[in-house]
């Protein structure tokens, strides 16, 4: 990756918790990570996969695993606190665990639906809740990055729930930003990450789709906007371009302005008029 400056938060020697780092997108962050110089600690769920992440990057650096499951309390606070112990406060934080799967229509599979959020939604806002206090009381800088999806904000047919979970964590990251601004005076941000289509095991298959981006590309690029000071970190991929996902969002937003019917972008009364948009 070419030389950047980034923030004081990822100075060598800091410590870094990334969630969901036993592949995908987590496993790359945190491979980036550890080459900057920070300590590291990735958790995911046991097994296997995690313990053959840690050694794969301990290679590299100061890296440890810690299972743990973001949609159990007592596995954030038992996770908070081996993390506190053996690190103090942590200077980077990577929000990155979540599901994929589909658990029905908005009427279908209650227990499916409240799985998947408990993971893809309260799994951020716990471990937000549990490693927060204890930067914000270290006085040093700090950076927490959660990962969203575009789906989150224009909401395609397809998994409501996902998309759910997703528009929460965008909420819940732009109060978090916001609280941190003013609590921090600065020191501490968070920003939004906005993956593409990416290869990753959530999107299946061994061979990475030509329209899509690696989980290293995600994260050179997570780097690269953090140092230029984005919040909302939208990715592109080898198929979709900026322009093209920033009038996709335009014209979600305006279904609100204009007061279309709901996911108008989808609407067969609408289909010709999205088109003419996006030709324009």
Known sequence: MASITLPPAFNPGGAALVTGGA????????????????????????????????????????????????????????????????HGPIAVLINNAAIGGNPGKPWENPEGWERLLRINLMGVIGVAQAFVPAMLAGGGPGAIVNTGSKQGITSPPGNAAYNLSKAGVRSFTE??????????????????????????GMTGGDEKPAAAWTADQVAEFMLKRIAQGDFYILCPDNDVDRATDE???????????ANRP??????????????????E
Not at 182 to 192: F, N, P, T, Y
Not at 247 to 257: F, L, N, T
């Open 262 to 279: 709901a996911l108008s972008r989808w609407h067969p009364d609408y289909k010709d008029a999205f088109a003419r948009f996006m030709a």
């Open 247 to 257: 009038k996709r969002m335009r014209w979600a937003m305006d279904d609100i302005i």
């Open 23 to 86: 592949g995908g997108i987590g496993f790359a962050v945190a491979a980036q990570l550890v080459a900057l110089g920070l300590k590291v600690v990735i958790t995911d769920l046991p097994g296997e996969k995690l313990d053959a992440a840690a050694r794969e990057l301990a290679k590299a650096g100061d890296v440890a695993a810690i299972p743990a499951d973001v949609a159990v309390e007592a596995d954030i606070t038992r996770l908070r606190d081996t993390v506190l112990d053996r």
């Open 175 to 200: 109060s978090l930003a916001h609280a941190l601004r003013e609590q921090s005076g600065g020191q501490i941000s968070a920003h939004l990450l906005i993956p593409g289509f990416t290869h990753t």
